[in-house]
C-alpha cells in the first residue's frame, strides 16, 4: 500500500533555477525549509524554533510542488510525496495508518521533505465539506497534527503542504506549532510569465524573431503549467508542418489551443 500512494524521490531533478516569477516565495521557502535543514544550530543559538510547517497555497499548476521539489534537491533530501486526496479515497479506513506510514518512511530517509499535496482533502472546515463528517478524514486529520504535535525532535525532516482551496482550511492545522508559515503562491505577472517561456523553452529551436515579452502579454491569466503546455504545443504544431524551428505563430496556435483545451475540461467537471 505504502509504495502505491507514496511517491518517494532521492533529491528530485528540479532546480531553483527552473522556477520562474516566485523569487520571494523561494526566499521564504529557503528561510523556512532549506535553512533548519542545513543550519539547525543557528536557530539554537538564537533560541527559536523554525517553523513547524510550511503551507503553500494558490491557483493549480503555479509551482508549488516545483518549490518543495527544489528545496529537497538543493538540501539532498529525500522528497516524500503524498496527495491528500488518496490518503483518504484511495483506502478506505488506511488513512491514519498512512500517515503514520509517511512519518516513519521519513525517519527512515533523514533528511527528508515530505510534502503533502491537497491538504484540504484531509483538513477542510466541518461545515464547507461534505466528506469532513466523514469519521475517516477525521481521524486521518488527527493522526496528522499529532504526529506534528508529537514531532518536538523533528530533526532533519521538514514538512510542507499544498492547497488550492486555502478558505477551506480548518483553522486548526494553521495553529503554532503546526503549518504555522504561509506562503501565497499566485499566478505568474507578466514579467514572470516572460521568464517561465524563457525556461521552457530552454531546450526549444525557436526561430530568431519569437517575442517572448509579447507571448506573456497575450498569456494573460495562464499558470506556469499553462505556459509549459503552450510551449509543448507549440513545438507539435513545427512537428506537424514538419519544421524544426518554432516559429511565433506556433506559439500563438498553441495558446488558443490550450485555452480551448481548459474550456473544455471545466465543462467536463460542470
Ligand atoms: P497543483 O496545485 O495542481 O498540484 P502546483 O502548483 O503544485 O499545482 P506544479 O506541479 O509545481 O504546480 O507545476 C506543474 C508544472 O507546471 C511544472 O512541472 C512546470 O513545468 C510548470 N510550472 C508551474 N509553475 C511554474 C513556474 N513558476 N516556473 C516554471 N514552471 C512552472
Redesign the pocket.
Known sequence: VRARVMEVTESPE?SYE?????EEQMQEVRETVEMPLEKPDAFEDVGIDPPSGVL?Y??????????AKAVANQTDATFIKMAGSELVHKFIGEGAKLVRDLFDVAREHEPAVIFI??IDAIAAKRTESKTSGDAEVQRTMMQLLSEMDGFEDRGEIRIIA?T?RFDMLDRAILRPGRFDRLIE?PK?NDE?RE??FD??TRDMNVADGVDFAQLADDAEEA???D??AVCTEAGMFAIRDDRTEIQMQDFHNAWEKVQADSDETDDISK
Do not use: R
Open positions: 528540479v527552473d522556477i520562474g516569477g516566485l503553500l494558490g491557483p493549480p499548476g503555479t509551482g508549488k510542488t516545483m518549490l499535496d491537497e499544498a488550492n503562491v505568474p514572470g521568464i517561465i525556461i521552457h499558470s506556469g503549467a505556459i509549459k
